[in-house]
């Protein structure tokens, strides 16, 4: 006979571990599946370790601003170092436009409890050591945003959740939801190992959730793009901040540049190209180096002779309209959604889990529902409407 849980979590990554844990938190029986050889072995080893809650969308600054309170806690609750480091989030402006888009979107942002101020350019050279003065105008900058290692913070909510008694299958996928007889509420998962009996399914199938979503008959179109990072050696601390450059860079390849030092001391940066590279191809391009050095050492000129460790590739889980998809479908019972996290998983994934966990529970999330359902998977992906911030 097939085990029976209380709930079993698609995808042990960035959104699943921390879903899970709320849900054992809360009391009940977890099981947590994935088809990788241990937890947080799908994109979320891919971020950059960026968390803010600097953005322009109200569901995800208050995701984000519960992400931020679990991961800044996460030590003092738990004993454990997950790298988190209060840096801020830094974005610096050279251009009137970019001052026009950044001051348009600080209302809503401090409406929903972001710390965001605009800064002159005589405090954001204090904030960012070393910037580029040439052309500074300003900046906004949003203090208790930071960092988190994706590694150990997966690591950990891992080994919380055991403790909490939850289960984690590893190197097994899930191939097929099990129905109950009116094919209307979904009772369980089939694996490529076994049959599991729950009464909540979650989808964190991060990449690979719209497979899920379709075993459902669900077209929730999450289509995965590929991203490029890299990381230095280690330096001395000297860089507070995330630095985010929303200018496109003069190559005419690139959109948004970001960068930080981590908890560690290396510079970790990503670039989004302007032209995507759709589907799952995660090698290296060859300009990927070049284009991200002269970004970087334009706008910190300092890091001229920095040694670069590491490139790597990863997929941001994308929607249409750039925003994740979190909730309860309202045509199938049983199953909820933790999917289409785009570039921000990370830094969502401790709040969507809070909340999923809480609408699980509870019958509601934890955040004011008109808020929380700008992420329902009932929304019209295709309306038009992009967030300003991505
Ligand atoms: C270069 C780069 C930099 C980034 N930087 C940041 C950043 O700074 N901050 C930030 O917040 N985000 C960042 N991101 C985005 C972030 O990595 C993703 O949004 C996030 O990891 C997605 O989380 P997830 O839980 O949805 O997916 P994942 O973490 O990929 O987890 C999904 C899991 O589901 C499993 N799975 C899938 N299908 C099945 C199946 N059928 N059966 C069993 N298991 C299955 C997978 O194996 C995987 O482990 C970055 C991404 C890239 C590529």
Same mark, same amino acid.
């Given at each position: 006979m097939a085990s029976k849980y209380d709930a079993i979590v698609i995808g042990a990554g960035s959104v699943g571990n921390p879903t899970a844990y709320f849900l054992s938190k809360a009391g009940l029986k977890v099981l947590v599946v994935d088809e990788l050889s241990s937890s947080g072995q799908g994109q979320n080893k891919s971020a950059i370790g960026g968390v803010r809650a600097t953005h322009s969308d109200p569901a995800k600054i208050q995701i984000c601003l519960k992400s931020i309170e679990i991961y800044s806690e996460w030590q003092k609750n738990t004993g454990t170092h997950i790298g988190w480091k209060k840096g801020g989030y830094c974005f610096p402006v050279y251009r009137q436009k970019e001052e026009d888009i950044l001051k348009s979107i600080l209302s809503i942002q401090k409406k929903h409890g972001l710390i965001i101020d605009w800064f002159e350019s005589n405090k954001i050279k204090k904030v960012v050591t070393g910037i580029n003065e040439k052309g500074l105008i300003g900046g906004t900058f949003s203090p208790n945003d930071g960092q988190v290692s994706p590694l150990l913070a997966s690591e950990s909510f891992t080994n919380e959740t055991m403790k909490l008694g939850a289960e984690f299958r590893y190197n097994e996928s899930v191939t097929g939801l099990l129905f109950d007889r009116n094919n209307s509420t979904v009772k369980g998962i089939k694996t490529n190992k076994g049959e599991y009996m729950a009464d909540s399914i979650v989808?964190?199938? *991060?990449?690979?959730?719209s497979t899920i979503c379709k075993m459902a008959g669900l077209d929730i179109p999450i289509n995965p793009d590929s991203h490029e990072a890299g990381i230095t050696a280690p330096l001395k601390q000297f860089l507070d901040p995330l630095v985010v450059d929303i200018r496109p860079g003069v190559e005419g390849k690139t959109a948004n540049f970001y960068f930080g030092q981590n908890s560690e001391g290396p510079i970790i940066f990503c670039y989004t190209p302007i032209k995507i590279f759709p589907g799952e191809d995660r090698s290296c391009t060859s300009e990927f180096m070049p284009i991200m050095a002269r970004r970087l050492v334009s706008l910190i000129p300092r890091l001229k002779n920095v040694t670069i460790r590491r490139l790597w590739r990863g997929l941001y889980p994308m929607t249409p309209d750039g925003v994740a998809v979190v909730g309860k479908p309202s045509?199938? #019972? *049983?199953l909820y959604l933790g999917i289409g996290m785009c570039g921000q998983g990370l830094m969502m994934g401790p709040g969507v889990g809070f909340n999923l966990s809480s609408l699980i529970t #509870? *019958?509601?999330?934890?955040?004011r529902k008109e808020v929380f359902d700008?992420?329902?998977?009932?929304?019209?992906?295709?309306? *038009?409407k992009k967030e300003a911030l991505k």
């Open positions: 989808n964190a199938a *991060g990449a690979h959730a045509n199938v #019972e *049983g #509870e *019958g509601k999330p934890a955040m700008l992420l329902s998977p009932d929304r019209d992906f295709y309306s *038009g």
